[in-house]
């Protein structure tokens, strides 16, 4: 029987990305569910984590039956019920005191898989003083850069917003290599993206038109993937906080 994460587009393994995504879960209380196999399970959640970032830490059931099943199996399962789908594993749980109660323990997990359950479902990213910029290499020998404002993203690629005539390299099936995007407070990362679609949605006040391009990440990386995902749990955190 395999424990292991089975996507290997959508897995972490950075230990720091790891506890990013489990802080958010209890950040927001997401519910969890637990199964221990052989019709075995439990609606819990993630209680907390441990100071030195070892050991994750979850609610028990009310029948000791159930907790005492769940305590003998070797393949527990993890997944969230909704939104962005993470899932991980553990090969046993064991029971731990904390301040206000009995709770499971396992230690952090070496892999989480996290799956947005549409490729393409975009979130919208800041804009204005805020807003991300895709720097695309017009001249590499001349360091000339074409900067193109950020205004969606999902874990496939992004969208960025021209206005105006698009500049020539900007066409349908195009291959835009080494675009650098900066993620606040995330990380930097060099793209391979792919021109997907181009479609007009708006025009200024002085009646340009605003161009959304689609483009796709082409052979993205873990590192990449990793710090797009990252920011995009930002980016979900912030949506929710608002809301």
Request: net charge neutral.
């Amino acid at each position: 029987m395999t424990h292991s994460i089975e996507n290997s587009q959508f897995e972490i393994h950075n230990r720091k990305e790891i506890v990013f995504v489990l802080e958010d879960l209890i950040k927001h209380r997401t519910t969890i569910n637990l199964d221990a196999g052989g019709s075995v399970g439990l609606v819990t959640a993630v209680l907390a984590i441990s100071a030195n970032n070892e050991y994750v830490y979850f609610d028990v059931s009310t029948d000791e039956a159930i907790n005492d099943k769940i305590l003998a199996s070797k393949h527990v399962k993890f997944s969230t019920q909704s939104g962005v789908k993470i899932r991980w594993f553990a090969m046993e749980l064991r029971y731990v005191e904390l301040h206000d109660g009995t709770a499971f323990e396992m230690p952090i997990p070496k892999a989480i898989e996290r799956i947005q359950r549409r490729k393409y479902f975009r979130l919208h990213t800041p804009q204005g003083n805020n807003a991300l910029l895709c720097k695309i290499p017009v001249d590499e020998l001349a360091g000339e850069k074409y900067n193109a404002s950020v205004i969606d993203m999902s874990v496939g690629g992004l969208g960025i917003s021209v206005r105006g005539d698009p500049p020539p390299f900007l066409f349908h099936g195009a291959i835009l290599a080494n675009c650098g995007v900066i993620f606040p407070e995330v990380g930097s990362v060099l793209l391979n993206l792919k021109v997907c679609g181009i479609i007009p949605y708006a025009k200024t006040k002085s009646g340009e038109q605003l161009y959304h391009f689609g483009m796709e990440f082409i052979d993205l990386n873990r590192s990449a993937s990793n710090v797009v995902q990252r920011y995009m749990i930002q980016l979900e955190s912030e949506r929710i906080s608002k809301t």
